[in-house]
């Protein structure tokens, strides 16, 4: 393999590597407390250790539950009844300890390993997590973007959308201790993989990315209360796309004479029925009966919210958790990157249809030039030579004798 080519393979590997580390570094940036200048003003948000305080609620929260899973093995600091509680909570009869473990479990085994032959606390895991998982985020991003564009600069723009995404961007950044980091993650693995299942030519790795996909799916559900919208999501993309699949080949003049073999060599086919059936044997054991609540429970979500947090009564803690609020037009526009980010989407879309519709015309135009040259060429190459003369014919005669004959010796 010559130079040019080995470096065209590991070219999207380098550049990989250079968005995560500079998105990590945006997020590490917090570490430094840099909007406080005074050292002593500094110091107020500073712990005993150096590290700064956490920046929000749930972050506290999350850091308890993994103290009391490396303490006790479970995430309640009890067990009340056989049942694993959590005394803190609820004040002053506290709850079942039910909580996605995901991001208690990671941080319990991140803490574990590194302190295996080195030492670092419970505070540091936690303030570097999301930045870390944050980070990778780009990755599948990328190589899912060059995957279907072929292009770098394609992928390099998924990648950072994905990166830093302000709405993303702002829930892992250093000293934000949340579930919020496998939000984009996740989510973007499980759409990778599924992609590569139906871009794989093999029954065997269809069928071995479409399962990857669904115990990703798994761990989404272990990770977030959310999970449900990727499991409607990407359930019914796979089963609208067989519909849409028949309807597109009719269009393009394809003929379907048997309907199951059509079927049957979808590209679809094998991960719809792998992915499906594996996901939901997945999730019964993740998350149970659960699931079923959780798929039913976001129709009503919208009403849901309006009453958490419509309460009178004092404190309501809900009117703080930035994921029950009700969002309006502008707050969906600022998340996104601002009016200007929307804008430019917009036109975006607008010329990728132009270029889009001016592509069919020109492939319209040059259509029956190109039918005609055939037919002509078709009727050239047929056309037979008859001699005129009777000395004409024995030449032609002659020739034809001459000439090879493949088996003919």
Known sequence: MDVKNLTLKIAPI????????????????????GGISDPS??????????????TELDSYYNYRLTENYLNTG?????????????SLSTSPNGREANYQPMIIVLAASVYKFLNSFTSVSLTQIAFWLGPIVGSLAVIPAFFMVKRATKSNWGAIVAGLIAGAAPAYFSHTYGGFFDTDMFNVLLPLLIALFLSEAVYAKKPIFKAIFAAISAICLGLFSMAWSGYTYMVMLTFATLILYIPASYLMD?????????KVEWLKNNPVTIPLIVFIVLSIAILAIT???SMFESITSVIGLSTSLQSATAGTAYPNVYVSVGEMQIPQVIDVANQSGGIFT?????????????ALSRKAKVEEKHEPKEQSDDAEDKKVRSRRYTPKTKKAEEIVHHELKKRFIPGKF
């Open 14 to 33: 380098i550049i990989v590597l250079i968005l995560v580390l500079t998105v990590f570094a945006i997020r590490a940036e917090t570490i430094n407390l």
């Open 41 to 54: 003003l500094k110091e107020l948000y500073q712990d005993d250790s150096g590290m700064p305080y956490f």
């Open 74 to 86: 479970h995430l309640g600091d009890t067990v009340v009844n056989g049942t694993d509680w959590d």
């Open 250 to 258: 009719r269009k393009d003049g394809i003929k379907i004479d048997n």
């Open 287 to 289: 998350v149970g009966s």
């Open 342 to 354: 929307i804008i430019f989407a917009i036109l975006g879309f607008v010329i990728m249809g132009v």
